[in-house]
């Protein structure tokens, strides 16, 4: 079995280093390959067709190897070693690393979608979701100031507490497949898995491999709901929000607050209008034997 592994260059400050990983993956008969993302032509390297690409490192690293995945028939195998973490916890892969790599020869492919926002930026893949309105704020703010960790996760719904104290709604003309949605909104979250930004559940049943995207928002009527959500833990609870699903989501004026993936709109300009689908082909992600159920 080959194996690239692709890791973030700040993993091993989350979690074991390279030489950790290879003597783990070497227990398991494995002599993996390691490589650095920030060093490697991932489309170049996946012309050697190992038989695993395993992606270490935070939602970054995972998003960025697993939008390159579809259609190249090499599945993906998820490490988690950052902060959130949303992309493993929706897929159900947590534990430590020397139980999930355990589980990789005997685990079972997941199918996995990849989103694709089209503006005037171009063209942006992604795999957690796009989002607009005061969480979209809250994160950017808390990014921009440079805080990490735990802390970063604490001072981000911290913040997006006080927005919706102290904040409107914004505005979006949407439309979900051809159907009007257009409303004045706390958050509006185009979501492909179940959690995002400082490890939100918003979209609690989304199925990431099941051709749909959940659009997840919450108006002024229930801001108190949120606000007491936020401030109870969020475990066990369902979150005030409002859910449908489509294929095809269309917004008039995305505004300045605008997140693609994990990234933030930087440009004081407004975003204009975003088309926001999934690709048609998928990624697949092996879920490794050793771990089940949820986070």
């Known amino acids: 079995m080959r194996v690239l ?62 939008t390159q ?22 897929l159900g892969v947590y534990g430590s690393a020397r139980q999930i790599i355990a589980g990789l020869k005997t685990g079972h492919p997941m199918a996995v979608d990849i989103g694709v926002a089209t503006g005037a930026w171009g063209r942006h893949r992604f795999v957690e979701g796009v989002g ?69 559940p918003l979209a609690r ?12 928002y919450s108006t002024a009527i229930r801001r108190g709901e949120m606000l007491q959500w936020l401030s109870t833990g969020l475990k066990g609870l369902d979150p005030p929000v409002e859910v449908v699903r489509g294929r095809k989501i269309e917004v008039a004026e995305a505004g300045t607050a605008l997140r693609l993936g994990d990234n933030f709109s930087s440009s004081p300009a407004k975003a204009g209008k975003m088309v926001v689908e999934l690709e048609h082909e998928q990624a697949s992600v092996i879920i490794p034997s050793t771990i089940s159920g949820q986070t």
């Open 69 to 90: 995945m579809p259609g190249c028939g090499i599945p993906v195998a998820v490490l988690p070693q950052g902060t959130a973490n949303n992309i493993a916890r929706s």
């Open 5 to 66: 592994l692709v890791c973030s260059p700040s993993a091993a400050n989350d979690g074991p280093s390279q030489d950790d990983l290879r003597s783990m993956f070497r227990q398991e008969g494995i002599e993996p390959t390691c490589r650095l993302i920030s060093e490697i032509d991932l489309s170049e390297a996946l012309h050697d067709k190992p038989d695993l690409v395993v992606a270490v490192g935070g939602d970054g690293t995972v998003s960025s190897i697993l």
């Open 132 to 200: 607009l309105g005061l969480l979209v704020q809250a994160m950017a703010d808390i990014n921009a100031a440079g805080t990490a960790g735990d802390e970063q996760l604490r001072s981000c719904r911290k913040e997006f507490a006080t927005k919706l104290i102290e904040e409107e709604c914004h505005h979006f003309d949407v439309s979900v497949d051809g159907h009007d949605l257009s409303g004045d909104y706390l958050i509006f979250e185009i979501m492909n898995i179940g959690y995002v930004g400082p490890v939100l």
């Open 205 to 216: 049943k989304a199925d990431p491999g099941d051709g749909l995207l959940d659009i997840v």
